[in-house]
């Protein structure tokens, strides 16, 4: 079993910054990649970005050169930073792994809240 614990998400005025943190933790031998995905009210669960073990990145045209997704393959940890955060943006955002223990599975984290108020 693998868990994916998520933190530094909380309210922010727009235009400001959060960084977001994600750290994996169980039955792990490697994990492929890592992504962070978000959902709106009302809206379907979206990737922002993802990195994988290497450390190629893809964002979501809408956040690229705005937020940069990083990773400490030590710590099983990805982070995303997020900066001039629009209103729009609120959303729960959710951590995603690609952990490989003698067969690759998938897991989500319970997600945490970002608010960005006008």
């Known amino acids: 079993q693998v868990q994916l614990v998520e933190s530094g998400g909380g309210l922010v005025q727009a235009g400001g910054s959060l960084r977001l943190s994600c750290a994996a933790s169980?039955?792990?031998?490697?994990?492929?990649?890592m992504g962070w995905y978000r959902q709106a009210p009302g809206k379907q669960r979206e990737l922002v970005a993802d990195?994988?073990?290497?450390?190629?990145?893809n964002y979501a045209d809408s956040v690229a050169g705005r937020f940069t997704i990083s990773r400490d393959n030590a710590k099983n940890t990805v982070y995303l930073q997020m900066n001039s955060l629009m209103p729009e943006e609120t959303a729960v955002y959710y951590c995603?792994?690609?952990?490989?223990?003698?067969?690759?599975?998938?897991?989500w984290g319970q997600g945490t809240q970002v608010t960005v108020s006008s």
């Open positions: 990195i994988t073990s290497g450390g190629t990145t």
């Open positions: 169980g039955s792990i031998l490697s994990i492929n990649s």
């Open positions: 995603n792994a690609e952990v490989y223990y003698y067969a690759f599975n998938t897991y």
